[in-house]
């Protein structure tokens, strides 16, 4: 078998995770490679993920998808970063805007100046000098410009949309490119005696799937990755401990939509809100040994901006990933590979780079261990490196209120994490490693913001003369300013340009 082409391809389960999968293998089916997709109508999805990160806009972008149309299609909306609400003590906010802050002088990053200057109370708060920032305080929104010398060429942003829609307007875009779809419930997995690779699936019916290779999108359960080949979970809760969430949509108040997400900490967890054309997404994130479910769900429905559209649902998880991603002729993608908690919403993203990993390193039949292995390090990493993002959020808290955030203060935090704190503390340095998928600028909004200070900065910065240095912040801070008050606010910009249609359009 080993160099015989793969020919068949089969993804188990729908959702975003299969969907988007699938969409992406479409490229795949001109080539002679068939793009099969089993799920079930009657098992219903997770879905609650509706917040993207930056990279989603490349996703989009590699697929030929118009911003405008795929907008109105899942009545979404812009995102700009993610506000976070008592996070680092009770009556604090701060905000992780998804662009850089001022830009880097004489080679030396930003925020150097910024914190030598702030030592003489020469500058204001961080935030004033990122453009996504100012935006977001104002609700406006415009899309950037590519001339550098604009200061709107410094936004970056995401997206918030309808996860249900997303994977209809993606099974639209897959089915019109040939991926074929098979409705129905698997019973049974069949594996080679020999290999103990996955050859076909039983579904109701006495029906027969056969494939080559198989991802499995069946969320949680897993039901390839675990239940036929018995890969192992890696544990993550001592860190992560937040093991529920509940999940609500609920009407607007008014006509304005905020560009970003917001995060709320309660006692025994976070909250988060996220606007849509239609309607607001809400779920309660907590842990269940600090808080009954019936307690989370008070909490949950006094913090909505406007009436519940349903009644409110709960998931269990534990954080953590599975011990190999790609095991066999297998590759798990979404919650099947792992689950970090969606406090900067990751997971979207974990199945896009899943998918480019994947045709990156695409096997044959032979299924080489090599190409397998650097699959899963690349993938463990990614995970790693998310999670100890995740982590600072709760590990550098003040609050004084919730045994939760008195046990994540206090606990004991991967080595990888405790040197990035460290490093940052001293000088206020950062290193990314290995394309690590948040960047410094992400980092330093986490950190200051949660205000792990750091006690100098880097002494290249003395070598300017402190007053050039802070009539240039100046103007940085002024030219943020005026560019945010040309900005249109963003519920007029997404009126004018992407407002929200009733019907799905099949994307071209």
């Not at 060429?153 to 209809?168: K, Q």
């Not at 103990?196 to 990755?225: K, M, N, Q």
């Not at 948040?438 to 002494?459: C, I, K, N």
């Amino acid at each position: 078998m080993n160099g015989e082409p793969i020919r068949q391809i089969v993804i188990v389960g729908g959702g975003t995770a299969g969907w988007m999968s699938a969409a992406a293998l479409s490229k795949l089916v001109p080539a002679g490679v068939a793009v099969t997709l089993v799920e079930s109508d009657a098992i219903g999805t997770v879905g609650v993920g509706e917040a993207t990160i930056p990279p989603i806009r490349n996703f989009n972008g590699l697929l030929g998808i118009d911003e405008a149309d795929f907008l109105r299609a899942t009545k979404g909306s812009i995102k700009l970063g993610i506000e976070f609400v008592d996070w680092t003590r009770e009556g604090h906010r701060y905000s992780h805007p998804f662009g850089e802050f001022g830009f880097d002088i004489e080679g030396v990053k930003f925020h150097h100046y910024w914190r030598k200057l702030v030592e003489s109370g020469q500058a204001s708060g961080i935030e004033d000098y990122n453009l996504c920032a100012v935006a977001m305080r104002q609700n406006r929104y415009t899309p950037p410009v590519a001339d550098p010398g604009d200061a709107r060429s410094r936004l970056n942003y995401a997206y918030h949309f309808d996860a249900g829609l997303y994977a209809r307007y993606l099974r639209a875009y897959a089915e019109a490119r040939g991926v074929k779809r098979v409705e129905g419930k698997i019973l049974d997995v069949a594996l080679n005696g020999e290999t103990g690779f996955i050859e076909s699936v039983a579904l109701e019916g006495d029906r027969h799937v056969t494939g080559d290779l198989w991802l499995d999108c069946s969320g949680f359960r897993g039901l390839l990755i675990a239940g036929a080949l018995k890969t192992g979970w890696e544990s993550w809760k001592h860190w992560l401990q937040c093991d529920s969430a509940m999940a609500v949509p609920c009407a607007a108040s008014g006509a304005e939509i905020t560009p970003y997400t917001r995060s709320t900490a309660h006692e025994a967890g976070w909250q988060w809100r996220i606007p849509l054309q239609h309607r607001i997404g809400n779920g309660y994130v907590y842990s269940s040994a600090d808080i009954t479910d019936d307690a989370a769900r008070e909490t949950l429905l006094s913090n909505l901006d406007g009436e519940p559209l349903r009644d409110p649902f709960i998931i269990r998880f534990e954080a953590g990933r599975r011990s190999e991603i790609w095991a066999k002729n297998c590759v798990s993608l979404g919650l099947a590979s792992g689950f970090i908690e969606p406090l900067e919403s990751t997971s979207i993203h974990f199945i896009q780079t899943g998918v480019s990993k994947l045709l990156a390193l695409f096997p044959d039949r032979g299924f080489s261990p090599v190409e397998r292995d650097e699959y899963n390090r690349l993938s463990i990493l990614q995970l790693e490196q998310v999670r100890d993002f995740v982590i600072l959020h709760y590990h550098a808290n003040q609050r004084r209120t919730g045994d939760l955030w008195r046990r994540t203060r206090e606990m004991a935090i991967p080595e990888t994490l405790q040197r990035k704190l460290d490093l940052f503390r001293g000088h206020g340095r950062f290193f990314r490693y290995e394309d690590e998928l948040f960047a410094e600028s992400s980092w330093v909004a986490v950190m200051l913001g949660q205000e792990v200070t750091p006690q100098g900065w880097d002494r290249l910065a003395d070598a300017l003369d402190p007053a050039d240095i802070a009539n240039k912040l100046d103007r940085i801070r002024a030219a943020f300013a005026r560019a945010t008050q040309a900005m249109p606010a963003h519920h007029l910009w997404l009126a004018q340009h992407a407002a929200a249609t009733p019907d799905m359009k099949v994307p071209a």
